[in-house]
């Protein structure tokens, strides 16, 4: 092990691919910088560790692909584990409040405020991460997520659920941050885009799944508090496969661990590794992690559109959690069990969303990288998707409110749900992944305030949900959401055209 080799440092310093604040990208090489002189800078100080060249078996990048597409399956089942408990009390709303006599709104909270854990967590763990490595936070994380699963299993009274709900939803946000992070770890950027697509189906998967499984075992008579036995044991079972499958993937911290032993086989304290001497402490590392997404957010436009349009969007879809029961339970007289069926076709469609974007919309990216090497793909080209499935996704609230009258066949608005679907999953990798193009070295602080104003939509929405459909009925409810969702449709046609421009005038946004 040679401590002079080439600190890899473009193919380690991972772009963060997930909702999280982490600021990997931070940390890339900034454009312009040479890398002949960063080696050279690197030959001056033989005692900073790095890899042993590009083909370094302990780089996260060159383990086996197997074991690389199995962590990838494993960071989804643990997204999918954290949004399934997000909506899942949708299907026992019922006997929460015949038992203790609440309101809808109160038995909502119970999903709101799982949601508002979404905003504090992003904030916590992406630092935590840099500094202490994936693997700890994850295991923190998921441990105390478990407990306060067993916590609503066993409270005695609302306030009791109400508050673990909000700290369980703030715990969950772990595999929602760092399971991306797990993602841009080990993945070079040809392959992370396939990563990513099939990844974008576990944070969609568990709130469609959550309200199916939570109402038939209503239907069944089961106590509400053995679905929270339920989610404590799905967590607890992710917990021990993490805990005795899950390595370090996090570049800085394994080549930390390097330095550490290196000095202590060698007995020489000189070795050491670039994130031991950083010279911006960690504290204020935090703070500018915290402090820069909220200026980005204020004084960017464009990222403030997009935030906006992927909020909208979030909401929605945990604002069908209340929609669904009012149009299939009230309407269609459908059992709380058949009711969370209804959202499989919105599940489905964001299968045929994923599938379309491996199939389709990929290869022709691919095509473009070839075509501007060895320049990088304008951001602009990432915006094709949300043209065509803005347009569709506004279609899909029209169809579910105009169908939505008992005298038609509850089949009609269901399958509204696989348009919405197939429309949410291509908005969301189209924009995403602008994001990230757009803003590069800051990709992770636009990440982390798109993550905080998204799921500060996601626990809002469902809270006036019931008011708006029982109040408008469902026609004009979904009229509404479908008009505001037409008037969103002309921002990634005018970043389209104009984005370029407006990069030009960023301080954050490279055009080079």
Known sequence: MSPNSRSDVESTAPTVVDEGPSSDVDQVIAPGEEPAKQIQDEKKDPYLVHWDGPDDPANPKNWSRPFRWYLTALGGVAVLNATFASS??????????????????????????????????????????????????????????????????????????????????????????????????????????????????????????????????????????????????????????????????????????????????????????????????????????????????????????????????????????????????????????????MFLPLFGGGIVGVIVYLVFFNPIYTKLITQFAPRPVPPEYRLDMALIAGPLYALSFFWFGWTSYPSISYFAPAFSGALSGFSTVLLFLSLFNYIIDAYIMFAASALAISTVVRSAFGAGFPLFATNMYESLNPRIASTILGAIAILMVPIPFVLKRYGEVVRRKSKYAPTT
């Open 88 to 341: 899942a009390p949708s299907g026992i709303e019922g006997q929460l409040i015949k038992e203790y006599n609440l309101s809808t709104i109160v038995a909502i909270l119970t999903i709101s405020l799982f949601v508002v854990g979404y905003c504090v967590g992003p904030l916590l763990w992406g630092p935590l991460s840099e500094n202490y490595g994936r693997r700890p936070i994850f295991l923190i994380g998921f441990v105390v997520y478990t407990a306060f699963q067993i916590g609503c299993a066993l409270a005695p009274n609302t306030a009791s659920i109400l508050v673990f709900r909000f700290l369980g939803g703030t715990f969950a946000a772990c595999p929602l941050t760092n399971s991306g992070a797990i993602i841009a770890d080990i993945w070079d950027a040809d392959t992370r885009g396939k990563a990513l697509a099939i990844f974008t189906l576990a944070p969609f998967a568990g709130p469609a799944l959550g309200p199916t499984v939570a109402g038939y075992m209503s239907v069944a008579g089961v106590s509400w508090r053995w679905l929270f036995w339920v989610l404590a044991i799905f967590a607890g079972v992710c917990t021990v496969i993490l805990a005795f499958t899950l390595p370090e993937t996090y570049a800085p911290i394994i080549l930390k661990q390097r330095a550490q032993a290196l000095r202590k086989s060698t007995g020489d304290n000189q070795y050491y590794s670039a994130i031991e001497r950083e010279n911006l402490h960690w504290v204020k590392r935090v703070e500018t992690i915290l402090g820069r997404p909220f200026l980005m957010f204020f004084k960017e436009p464009m990222l403030f559109a997009v935030t906006m349009y992927m909020s909208f969007i979030y909401g929605c879809v945990y604002l069908l959690f209340a929609a669904y029961p009012i149009v299939f339970t009230q309407g269609h007289h459908l059992n709380a069990g058949a009711s969370g069926l």
